[in-house]
T-cell receptor
Framework: NAGVTQTPKFQVLKTGQSMTLQCAQDMNHNSMYWYRQDPGMGLRLIYYSASEGTTDKGEVPNGYNVSRLNKREFSLRLESAAPSQTSVYFC?????????FGSGTQLSVL | TQLLEQSPQFLSIQEGENLTVYCNSSSVFSSLQWYRQEPGEGPVLLVTVVTGGEVKKLKRLTFQFGDARKDSSLHITAAQPGDTGLYLCAGGGGADGLTFGKGTHLIIQP
């Protein structure tokens, strides 16, 4: 059972570069989420998608865009990476009040 | 905005000892969840508590939801090195996902 799959696992970018973080779930969940996790800050919601075709901003959306490509896939894009976006990024899908998380992407922006 | 405060932030104890960690809020939650996160992985759900005063046990872990549904505690009996990890409480459950506390970093030393 794959659950939630995130790629890549690690990434290093230079300031100003762009990249897309990929996420896919095989549990047929409607809702998907992108969080970032920083030391001392906990998990903070970037964007979410309550269903295919809809996306909404979370607590910290600035500098990011998302695409809900289909029910399975929810991608997060950094158009012009900044050092403040150095973080660990987690994708999650949801059934009821239970979140299933991927294993994360560790991103460093130099 | 509903906030969850977790304490202590860090806890290091010897194998075999007992411990309690706390999750507090000024807001009422319909439910609270506890997740455990190991290094390099995403959080994994341990339990959901729904009813005020509810107590749930998961082997040596005991979870309690406060009567007023504003706080929760996690008690571990006879801690083992395998209990080491980041323990997160979370609440909310609306379409925009869960609100997470900043977590308790627990280290159990052999």
């Amino acid at each position: 059972n794959a659950g939630v799959t995130q790629t890549p696992k690690f990434q290093v970018l230079k300031t100003g570069q762009s990249m897309t973080l990929q996420c896919a779930q095989d549990m047929n969940h409607n809702s998907m989420y992108w969080y970032r996790q920083d030391p001392g800050m906990g998990l903070r919601l970037i964007y979410y998608s309550a269903s295919e075709g809809t996306t909404d901003k979370g607590e910290v959306p600035n500098g990011y865009n998302v695409s809900r490509l289909n029910k399975r896939e929810f991608s997060l894009r950094l158009e012009s990476a900044a050092p403040s976006q150095t973080s660990v990024y987690f994708c999650a899908s949801r059934t009821g009040e239970k979140l299933f998380f991927g294993s994360g992407t560790q991103l460093s922006v130099l | 905005t509903q906030l969850l405060e977790q304490s202590p932030q860090f806890l290091s104890i010897q194998e075999g000892e007992n411990l309690t960690v706390y999750c507090n809020s000024s807001s009422v939650f319909s439910s609270l969840q506890w997740y455990r996160q190991e290094p390099g992985e995403g959080p994994v759900l341990l339990v959901t508590v729904v009813t005020g005063g509810e107590v749930k046990k998961l082997k040596r872990l005991t979870f309690q939801f406060g009567d007023a549904r504003k706080d929760s505690s996690l008690h571990i009996t006879a801690a083992q090195p395998g209990d080491t990890g980041l323990y997160l409480c979370a609440g909310g459950g609306g379409a925009d996902g869960l609100t997470f506390g900043k977590g308790t970093h627990l280290i159990i030393q052999p």
